[in-house]
């Protein structure tokens, strides 16, 4: 584990802290690094997915390109 020392906006983190439930600022910071690293991934993951070619063909249901979506 590294240790780092960052100044942190004593408001921003309290009202993280109460969102989130966590216990300590740490814990606010581990929370928060983990989901911007899954909201940055997530897309690469979708388009990863949108690639497989053969996806109709197994899954028995139909596979709308995302030109097509709904936007849901």
């Known amino acids: 584990m590294a240790v780092t020392s960052v100044d942190l906006d004593p408001g921003l983190?309290?009202?993280a802290r109460k969102l989130t439930g966590e216990?300590?600022?740490?814990?606010?910071?581990?929370?928060a690094l983990r989901r911007l690293i899954a909201?940055?991934?997530?897309?690469t993951m979708i388009d990863g997915i949108s690639e497989l070619t053969d996806l109709p063909d197994q899954l028995g249901a139909p596979v709308v390109p995302p030109a097509e979506?709904?936007?849901l």
């Open 13 to 15: 983190i309290e009202r």
């Open 23 to 31: 216990p300590s600022n740490r814990a606010v910071l581990d929370l």
């Open 39 to 43: 909201s940055k991934q997530k897309g």
């Open 69 to 71: 979506s709904t936007g």
